[in-house]
């Protein structure tokens, strides 16, 4: 099945990429964007038929590898 | 005294790391990232370079290669490990120095000279070092060490910053910080002092014909300190 996962950096985290983005999209004529957060989207395919456990095996990636939990959250979708 | 330098794949500056410790008497082995066991050391280096091309975060998927389980197990059990730039930024990503480097703060792959002054003298690396302000080269896009308010109390009150970034007469300020990171730091130690990280590249400041020769003093502190 597959499973989708959003990495983002945690809140207070400072996020220059999206600093930067977001100027970009003011300088282009969309004054009303008033911040902008990027992050990641990783679309996995596992061999596993039970949403609950694919979701399981998911999270245990997340925490070893997918995120860097220091700087960084996950959302499972 | 036994040094071995850890090549992954997009290591770049394994070879000058080599040939630097050579320079100061160690002798060095090469080891490749997917071999299993270490050979006998008294220091094991992380070296500089893109590792996996810095994919998904810098460090990070070296940080989980094969011959990572037997650097940590050395690290643990009282090893020197030494991590130069993506080696700094493969330590934190085992978690075996805290934080993490982020991104530098303007965007920018900073390539030039910087000075850095030695904070913590009380460890294998630095310990007898004759000079305290040193002149080295940094080279990195992820340079900016971050950490919770929560671990920078905890690596202050254990003394774990060991380099910091300063201008040429040792003053650590806005001006002498070259990517964002926080307090200046350019390298830290782990609690128990046996792991250092940091951004600065000494191997690249061993020859005065070539770049300048403040790297020479780390490495004599470092292997006078082992013997």
């Not at chain 1, 964007?33 to 061999?47: A, H, P, S, T, W």
């Not at chain 2, 978690?95 to 530098?104: A, D, E, R, S």
């Not at chain 2, 992820?142 to 040792?170: H, P, R």
Request: aromatic content about 8%; hydrophobic content about 35%; charged content about 25%.
């Amino acid at each position: 099945m597959k499973i989708k996962i959003i990495v983002t950096l945690k809140n207070g985290v400072l996020d220059p990429q999206g600093k930067a983005i977001q100027q970009t999209l003011n300088g282009m004529g969309f004054p009303e964007v008033n911040g902008v957060r990027q992050g990641k989207y990783f679309d996995l395919e596992i061999k596993e038929n039970d949403e609950k456990k694919a979701k399981v095996k998911a999270e245990e990636m997340c925490k070893k590898l997918l995120a860097n939990l220091v700087i960084e959250d996950y959302k499972i979708i | 005294m036994k040094s071995s330098v850890i090549i992954f794949p997009g290591s770049n500056c394994d070879r000058d790391m080599s040939v630097a410790l050579k320079k100061f008497g160690f002798k060095n082995k090469m080891v490749w990232h997917n071999d299993n066991e270490l050979p006998k050391s008294d220091l094991i280096v992380l070296p500089g370079g893109f590792s996996y091309g810095d994919y998904l975060r810098c460090g990070s998927i070296a940080g989980k290669s094969k011959i990572i389980n037997s650097v940590i197990k050395f690290a643990q059990s009282g090893g020197l490990v030494l991590g130069i730039c993506n080696g700094f930024q493969i330590l934190t990503e085992t978690g075996l120095l805290p934080g993490v480097l982020q991104q530098n703060k303007y965007l920018k792959f900073i390539c030039k000279n910087v000075f850095v002054k030695i904070n913590n003298n009380e460890n294998k690396y630095f310990k007898d070092i004759k000079k305290n302000i040193l002149e080295l080269h940094i080279a990195h896009n992820e340079g900016n060490f971050f950490c919770s308010d929560a671990e920078l109390k905890s690596i202050e009150d254990n003394n774990q910053i060991g380099v910091t970034y300063c201008d040429k007469n040792g003053s650590s300020n806005k001006e002498s910080n070259p990517n964002g990171t926080i307090k200046n730091i350019a390298g830290i130690l782990n609690k128990e002092k046996n792991i250092l990280g940091m951004m600065p590249h000494p191997e690249r400041m061993i020859d005065k014909y070539l770049s300048g020769e403040d790297g020479s003093f780390f490495f004599e502190s470092l292997i006078g300190n082992l013997k």
